[in-house]
Nanobody, 124 residues
Framework: QVQLVESGGGSVQAGGSLRLSCEASAYTFCMSWFRQGPGKEREGVASATSTGSMIYADSVKGRFTISRDNAKNTLNLQMNSLKPEDTAMYYC?????????????????????WGQGTQVSVSS
């Protein structure tokens, strides 16, 4: 069992920045950020393998940067140029390598471990 603890959420105005962090209790090959906005399904934001491969959802490319520190089992998400549509609960997820990758088209079904979530609210 892997425990995940997120931090760093908050409220900002459009155009602002936030940095999310996730601390894992153990190593996993795949780590990702997901989000769930009001009335929406949970969607993938970005994923990072322990070997340095990153994938981003089209909606956040060029604005968000995912990074991980394998020695500390931490995952970060730097979010710049935030938009109101980025408002959501953000979740850290972790799991072993499956199906040859970690993105799974942005689906959350292959991830075993989840954090409790941290709220991000962006006002216009």
């Amino acid at each position: 069992q892997v425990q995940l603890v997120e931090s760093g959420g908050g409220s900002v105005q459009a155009g602002g920045s936030l940095r999310l962090s996730c601390e894992a209790s153990a190593y996993t090959f795949c780590m990702s950020w997901f989000r769930q906005g009001p009335g929406k399904e949970r969607e993938g934001v970005a994923s990072a393998t322990s070997t340095g491969s990153m994938i981003y959802a089209d909606s956040v490319k060029g604005r968000f940067t995912i990074s991980r520190d394998n020695a500390k089992n931490t995952l970060n998400l730097q979010m710049n140029s935030l938009k109101p549509e980025d408002t959501a609960m953000y979740y850290c997820a972790a799991g072993p390598l499956k199906l040859g990758g970690c993105w799974y088209g942005g689906s959350d079904r292959e991830y075993n471990y989840w954090g409790q979530g941290t709220q991000v609210s962006v006002s216009s």
